[in-house]
Each structure stands twice: as structure tokens, then as C-alpha cells.
């Protein structure tokens, strides 16, 4: 994931270009030790909170086995706590004012878990043919009423690696920038809010398997740091800001 010619290298985004020039560029880790790199890891951690490590081993894309004794607890949400300790429920960090706009599955489950508000644009699916623009809608509404904190995920470029779909991927990072961070910039420029921008993982359309290697990260505005263009090889000699380190345990 991290060789040259990435995703991110081929695809044009004018848009996060722009953001990349005038903000703030970074690596962080969103994947701590001793737990499987993907979505079910990451984002709690890109939302404040990282479960402790158990036997998990990941079979491949987002089929994980867990490894512990009997009975394994029947929940709606039980992918992701197989993820974690058996029982164990996150705390509810957040509140109805952070907004969580994500397609059915691991994000809108991790945010409802942690006491988020979450939206699921009908029409939003987490394959590479997702529809941005509800998305976008979405998160524009958010702005309108004042939330506190909107986060929007996407999958579509997970999922496009995971079918070995190279230009796939760079398809949909081209979608995003153009349908998705483009609106929403603006939005968050005229409510003189700010932006970040990252990957949960990594995840390599070569093989189709996700990694846990620091992913390029953005924060606009921001003290000016150029990297020319945010992606792994613009930002691969900056310092690693261990994610895990932050959130709360």
C-alpha cells in the first residue's frame, strides 16, 4: 500500500490539493497494537476511544475470527464487538450534538455505540458506486444545524481495493474530492468551521488485504506544513502521531 503509485499518487483531486496547500499535513497511526488493521479498529479510535487488544485474527477484508471461550454475546452490532473483548460495550463519549453520517455497517455501528447521532442516506451503500451526493446533503444539514461535530465516512475505496479494483479506487477518491470534500469545504469555510481529512486504513488493491501503517492525514486551516499533495509518499517523512496514544483508553 505504501510502495509508489498509490491511490492516492494517481488520482486527481484538485480540491484536497488546494486544502493541502493551506493546512496543516500529518501521519497518524489510527490502528493500535495488538488489533486487526480495519475499520472496526480505526474508527473508534478517529472518534476518541480504542478498545484494549484481544485474539482477533482477520481472515480477510472485513471477515475477522475471534479466538476465546463460549458463548459469544448475539448483538446487532456483533462484528464489531467480536472485534473487542467478548461483552465488552464502548463508553458513550459522545452525544446527539456529534453527527455520524456513514453507510449501514462498522462506522454507523461504532458511532451508535459511543452515543453519536448517525445517518444513513438511504442511497449511501459503501460500494464504489455509493451515492457521495447524499452524503454531502447530509453533512450540509448537519452544518446547517449547528452540530457540534459531523463526520462523514466513506468505504467506497475500501471496498474497491478489496476487489482488487485499482482503478476503481482511484476512481472513487476522484468522486470524493469532487462531490463530497468540495461541498463541504466550502460549507465549513462559511460557517468558519475546520477540516480534517484522513483514511481509516490502508487497504492495498494489489491484494485486496487492509494494513495498519500511518495513514496521511489533513487539518485545514492549519499551520502552513506543504506536502505538495496529501499522500503517503508527501507526508513519509514527517513523525507519526500514535492515534491510540490520544484517545481515551
Known sequence: MRAAGTALEGARTPVLDELGREGAVSRLR??????????????PALLGWVPPAHAVHRIGGHRLLLVGPPPLPPSAHARLLHTWPEGLVPPR??????????ARGAAAGCARLLGASVVNPPSATGAPDTDLHAKAAAALAAIADRARRVVVHVGAPDEAAHQRDAAGK????????RELIAPVAQAVARAGGSLAIC????CDPATGEHDDEPVPHLRWPGPNRPAGRLTERAVAGLPVAELHLAAVA
Not at 30 to 43: D, F, K, N, R, W
Not at 93 to 102: E, F, P, Y
Not at 170 to 177: G, H, L, W
Request: hydrophobic letters at 55%.
Open 30 to 43: 489510527t490502528v493500535a497494537p495488538g488489533l486487526p488493521a480495519g475499520s472496526e479498529a480505526a474508527i
Open 199 to 202: 483514511p481509516d486504513h490502508g
Open 170 to 177: 482511484v476512481a472513487v477518491i476522484e468522486r470524493i474530492d
Open 93 to 102: 463519549l459522545l452525544d446527539a450534538d456529534v453527527v455520524v453520517i456513514a
